[in-house]
Each structure stands twice: as structure tokens, then as C-alpha cells.
């Protein structure tokens, strides 16, 4: 036992570490993984809020020289980040049940001469509240079974799979929810504890702001142990004292580095305006507490996902929060607040991938489960036969969930991403300029392969939506500096006509849509000679076809193979063979659907495009291409049956 107890807490997370690695994906997948990729490895500035501690040390572990692709070396952190976070969860646990005892007395901490006479009467209220003990073997079977349902919980375990700032803010919320209770059972004076818990709260939002989430939980465990006093609120002012250096100090890279124009400047923070949008992510303060229609889908979403996420160990967190009552109402108290404050933030947050937001929610429940775990424990009073049909039980449930949840969650074998993104820019001639905001797809892992890699650095990528951003001319400025010159006179009237937008002034609607289509005009029309210019078929698709953007008068646009060519004329447009191979997984998700879409849908254009020529063998070629590698794509009614005729 005592060895157990000695090393549990080690042998438990390396054996987490070890699954993590089995399930990690080995290069860029969707959204932000190739930006993020890229802004560590440079380093360069992320979107916002720019996330400086985790770029600073994702820089720093990416040129540990091994062996490996920078991206697969950064992965490996989000699975040691995430790991790590289960090592805290599990100290933070044991703290929790080692100290049971201080959740269920109650103390005060007004020392005014009134509640001094009132010290006796209140210190034997407390004391009636009869003190319970925690055998080991339930302590460790508690937070070991805690611990692998927060592992193996579905967003949680995803977030350990490729890059991504939530790896990092996982284990930064476990570290402050360390040091946060360490702190609250400190005596009344110290305030060594509470510096450390300023620090790692520093750390956090030096990394990513749902760290406010915390602070609820965080005023909870702190004003029913001080109070609302003098002292208290000094003591405050002493953490505040060392947060705000700390935090200033860490966001003090975003000037630094973008006063040195690297090729990802996203923001470019180089004065107190665009450090304050930056850090602030007011691009996408929109969607914060938009509606009260967009909190109720998020909540129904959140709501109908909570039982996948754990599966059936979501029944031991359910029966952890009765227990968690019964062991200690401040414990239950915190868990709860922290449960729900995180639930009611986040469903105001109106964005498709709101998931990591309930991430401390999740952190909560797995909380409740270790106390549903003790609970469970007491339930099976089976004599020498408790402990072997308690953790069994368990156990049961932790595999149900594993099995459950590694389908969805693994991406070892996800190439599809760096397969899209090189055959599409592979499909352009050198020097090419493609005009897409297939930013999930292809345009932030482009980011990666060109910046890190040096693939195809020749291709000019323009994320058709960043152009709505003042900041993004001075990074076309800086990367492609020919084309920011033949475009320079519409840009400048562009980033002026924006700038009122971006600081909530006073703008002329009609002049900043007619600038900013002047940009994707002369984009076109200024480069045709000289280079290819492709267009993404989202573009087509949802502006092209109702008329938002127009081609310069005389061009138009056939289908190649993953996008659309800008061609003068309506004459023939040869195409190369499709000989490109993508990697498609059988477990499929919304992103990976959507690629196969696009490559289908872009395969069907040109075998109809062929067909208006009478050209039907090349068509055939097309057709044969998605039978043979997109089996699942479903093709327009009789295409096939048309070319075989």
C-alpha cells in the first residue's frame, strides 16, 4: 500500500501519456492547427488573443532537436500539456480528500470585536459537524478513477491530439485549481499560497482568456475564508500586485515580436490600439451574448453532448454530486459554481466549435466523480469483497467510456489535411495566386507546409476574408511584396475606409464594400497577365453565384481540379489528370466530409465542363477518379450513365 501510494499518482498519468501518443495525429489537421503550428515554430503572432506564453513555450520545445516534423514535435506537447493536467488532477483530488474535514466546517474570518464575543458559540457549531476519515485505498481508487474519466472524456482527450491553445489551458486550470485549494486551506495569514495561485492565474490569462472562468469559483473559496474586509481586500491588492506584472510582462511578446514583422502578424499589435483589439479578441466579441435564441442552441448543444462525452462514467459524476454534498457543502458549493458558471459563460458564445469552452466544466464533473467514486465505495459494503466489486464497477464504466470515445478522438492516421492542402496548391503552376477562405482546410495548414516547411513558398495564398482586415495588407505587404504593390493605391483606400469601422467610429458603409471589392477586383485584374489566379469554389459557390464579387469585364472561370482558373475568353481550358491521392479516414467528421465535398463537387464541374467540349473521354476520367477514391461522394442523378452513353 504504501508504495501504491507513493507512486500512483506518476504511474497513472505515463500510462495516460502513453494513449495519448497511440492517438495523436502525425501532421496539421483542421482549424487553427497549422496557423498555431506555425506562430510556435517561427514564432510569430496567433489570432486573437494571441496566446503569447503558449507560443513562447511551444517555440522553445519545437527546436528541441529530435528527429521529427516541427508539427508532430508540437502534438507531442499537447499530449504532455494534457498529461500534465491529469498529474495536477490528480494532486488537486488528494489535496481535496486529504483535507475533507475543511469543506464541511465552517469559519469566519471577521475579526471585529463583535464576532470575536461570538468565537465560542460559533467554534462549537462548528465542531458539532461530526468529522469524517477517508480510508487510502478509497482515496486512491478515487482519484485514479476521477483522473481517467477526465483522460479519456471526449473533448478533453481531443484537446491532446494535435496543437492547440486548450491543451495548454487544461493544465493551467488544474494547476490553479491546485494551488487555489492549497491556498484555501492555509491558515488565515499566510499569503505565500495566494501569490502562487496569482501566478499560475497570470499564467493563464497569458495564455487564453476562459481563464476568467475560474475567478467565480475562485471569489467563492476566498471571501467565505477572509471575508468581506479590510484585510481581505489588501490581501487582494498583494496578488494583484504580482498578477499584473506578470501578465504585462508575458504580453509584452505581442509588440516585440510584431515590431519585427514576422510572416505571421496576425493583429500586427505594434501600438496600444492594436495591442488592446488583439488581446481583447474584438473580431470576435460579435458572437459573445449575441442572442438569447444563440444561448439556447448552444445550451440544447451542450446538454445533448454531455452524456458522449463521458458516456456511461457520466452516471458516477452524476452520483458524485450528491456525494460530493454529503462529503463537504463548500466542495460541493465550488465544484457547482464552477459547473455552472463555465455552462452559463459559454453557450453565450455563439460559434460553431464551442466545445473546448466547457472544458472546466468538464474538470468539475471529473471532480464529482472522484467523490461519487468514495460514495460508491460505501454503497458496496460487501465486506472483504467491497473494495474488489467497487473498483470493478468502475472500472467497467472507465473502459465503456475508452471504447466508446478513442474512435472519435484518435487522429493518428488524419494525413488528410496536409494531403488536401499540398495536391491543391500541387494543382497550380509556379507563382500561382489563389484567392480562398477555406481557412479550416486548406488556407491555415498552407501556413505550416510554406512558412516551415518551404513547400510551394512560390504560391500566393489570400484568405479572401482577412482582406476585410486592416492588419492583413501589411502582411501581404511583408510576404508578397510584388503583389501588395500592384494593389497598393486600392489597399491604402481600403485599410483607411476600415480603420473608423475597427475603433466603433463612424464609417460610410457604401465606400468601405466598394473598396474592399476594388481589392478582389484588381487582385484578379492586375495579376492575370503575369500569373495564374485560382479561385476557391466556397467563393463561387456563395458569392460568385449571387453576385457579391465580379470578375474584371472579359474573364471568366472554369473548373480545374480543386478550384476554379481565371481565364480570359470562353474558349477551351485544358486540365491536368487527376493523379492526386487523399487520404480519406473511415471515421469521418464534419471536416473531413467537407473536403471530400469539395473535391467531388470540383471533379463534377470538370467532368460536365469536359462534356460541353463533347470531350467525354476526359470526363470519363474524372467520373473514374471519384468512383475509385470518393466512394461515398454521391453524384449528380445520371452523370455517369451519361458519359457512358
Not at 486551506?185 to 496569482?198: G, N, R
Not at 458516477?316 to 464552477?338: E, Y
Not at 501556413?447 to 489570400?462: G, L, M, P, S, T
Not at 468512383?627 to 454521391?634: A, C, F, G, R, S
Request: hydrophobic share 45%.
Amino acid at each position: 500500500m504504501a508504495k501504491l501510494n507513493k507512486f500512483y499518482h506518476i504511474i497513472l498519468p505515463v500510462i495516460v501519456f502513453i494513449i495519448y501518443l497511440i492517438t495523436l495525429a502525425p501532421s496539421v489537421v483542421q482549424i487553427d492547427s497549422g496557423e498555431l503550428t506555425t506562430v510556435q515554430a517561427m514564432p510569430g503572432i496567433a489570432h486573437p488573443t494571441g496566446y503569447p506564453l503558449f507560443t513562447l513555450t511551444g517555440y522553445l520545445f519545437s527546436h528541441i532537436p529530435l528527429p521529427l516534423s516541427a508539427v508532430y514535435k508540437l502534438n507531442i506537447l499537447a499530449a504532455i500539456w494534457c498529461t500534465a493536467a491529469v498529474f495536477m488532477f490528480m494532486l488537486t483530488a488528494r489535496l481535496m480528500l486529504d483535507n475533507i474535514n475543511s469543506f464541511r466546517k465552517i469559519k469566519t474570518a471577521d475579526n471585529s470585536k463583535k464576532t470575536a464575543k461570538k468565537k465560542s458559540r460559533n467554534e462549537k457549531e462548528t465542531v458539532s459537524i461530526n468529522s469524517i476519515e477517508i480510508p487510502e485505498i478509497k482515496k486512491i481508487a478515487a482519484v485514479s478513477a476521477g483522473a481517467l474519466i477526465l483522460a479519456f472524456s471526449k473533448t478533453f482527450w481531443f484537446q491532446s491530439t494535435s496543437v492547440e491553445v486548450y491543451s495548454m489551458q487544461v493544465f493551467l486550470f488544474c494547476l490553479q485549481l491546485y494551488f487555489l485549494i492549497k491556498a484555501y486551506l492555509k491558515k488565515e495569514e499566510d499569503l505565500v499560497s495566494w501569490i502562487f495561485f496569482a501566478l499560475s492565474l497570470a499564467a493563464g490569462f497569458s495564455n487564453h482568456m476562459t481563464t476568467l472562468l475560474i475567478l467565480p469559483g475562485t471569489a467563492y473559496l476566498f471571501f467565505i475564508k477572509h471575508g468581506f474586509n479590510k484585510k481581505a481586500f489588501i490581501k487582494i491588492g498583494k496578488m494583484l500586485a504580482v498578477f499584473f506584472p506578470v501578465l504585462i510582462l508575458a504580453y509584452s511578446y505581442l509588440p516585440i515580436r510584431a515590431g519585427q514583422n514576422p510572416a505571421i502578424n496576425w493583429g500586427n499589435p505594434v501600438n496600444f490600439e492594436n495591442i488592446m483589439r488583439h488581446i481583447s479578441g474584438k473580431q470576435y466579441q460579435v458572437w459573445l451574448f449575441s442572442s438569447s435564441a444563440a444561448a439556447k442552441k448552444q445550451l440544447s448543444y451542450f446538454l445533448s453532448n454531455i452524456f458522449p462525452e463521458f458516456n456511461i462514467s457520466l452516471f458516477i459524476c452524476l452520483f458524485g454530486i450528491i456525494s460530493a454534498f454529503l462529503l463537504g457543502k463548500r466542495l460541493f458549493a465550488f465544484l457547482l459554481i464552477l459547473f455552472v458558471s463555465t455552462v452559463l459563460y459559454s453557450i453565450n458564445y455563439d460559434i460553431a466549435d464551442i466545445d473546448s469552452y466547457f472544458l472546466l466544466a468538464y474538470i468539475a464533473l471529473s471532480f464529482f466523480a472522484v467523490a461519487g467514486v468514495v460514495k460508491i465505495f460505501e454503497v458496496f459494503k460487501l465486506k472483504k469483497h467491497v473494495y474488489a466489486v467497487s473498483s470493478g464497477i468502475t472500472i467497467v464504466f472507465i473502459l465503456l467510456q475508452f471504447y466508446f470515445n478513442v474512435e472519435d478522438v484518435n487522429q493518428s492516421g488524419i494525413f488528410t489535411f496536409e494531403d488536401y492542402t499540398k495536391s491543391l496548391i500541387n494543382s497550380t503552376p509556379k507563382n500561382s495566386v489563389i484567392l480562398s477562405y477555406q481557412w479550416d482546410y486548406f488556407v491555415s495548414p498552407s501556413y505550416y507546409f510554406q512558412n516551415i516547411e518551404n513547400f510551394r513558398k512560390d504560391a500566393v495564398i489570400i484568405d479572401k476574408e482577412l482582406l476585410r482586415r486592416s492588419w492583413y495588407y501589411n502582411q501581404i505587404k511583408r510576404n508578397h511584396p510584388k503583389i501588395y504593390n500592384e494593389i497598393k493605391a486600392e489597399a491604402e483606400t481600403f485599410v483607411n475606409a476600415v480603420q473608423p469601422f475597427e475603433n466603433d467610429e463612424p464609417y460610410n458603409a457604401a465606400v468601405l464594400e466598394g473598396s474592399y471589392q476594388s481589392v478582389m477586383t484588381n487582385l484578379v485584374k492586375l495579376n492575370i497577365d503575369r500569373r495564374n489566379v485560382y479561385i476557391g469554389p466556397e467563393i463561387f459557390e456563395t458569392e460568385m453565384q449571387q453576385g457579391g464579387f465580379r470578375l474584371p469585364e472579359g474573364y471568366t472561370i472554369v473548373p480545374d481540379l480543386f478550384l476554379f482558373k481565371v481565364v480570359k475568353g470562353k474558349g477551351y481550358v485544358p486540365a491536368a489528370n487527376p493523379n492526386f491521392t487523399i487520404r480519406l479516414p473511415k471515421k469521418r467528421n464534419h471536416y473531413i466530409n467537407t473536403i471530400e465535398n469539395f473535391i467531388g463537387s470540383m471533379l463534377v464541374r470538370r467532368a460536365l465542363y469536359e462534356m460541353q467540349f463533347d470531350k467525354l473521354d476526359r470526363a470519363k476520367v474524372y467520373i473514374n477518379k471519384i468512383k475509385t477514391d470518393l466512394p461515398d461522394y454521391v453524384m449528380p442523378l445520371g452523370l455517369a450513365d451519361a458519359i457512358r452513353r
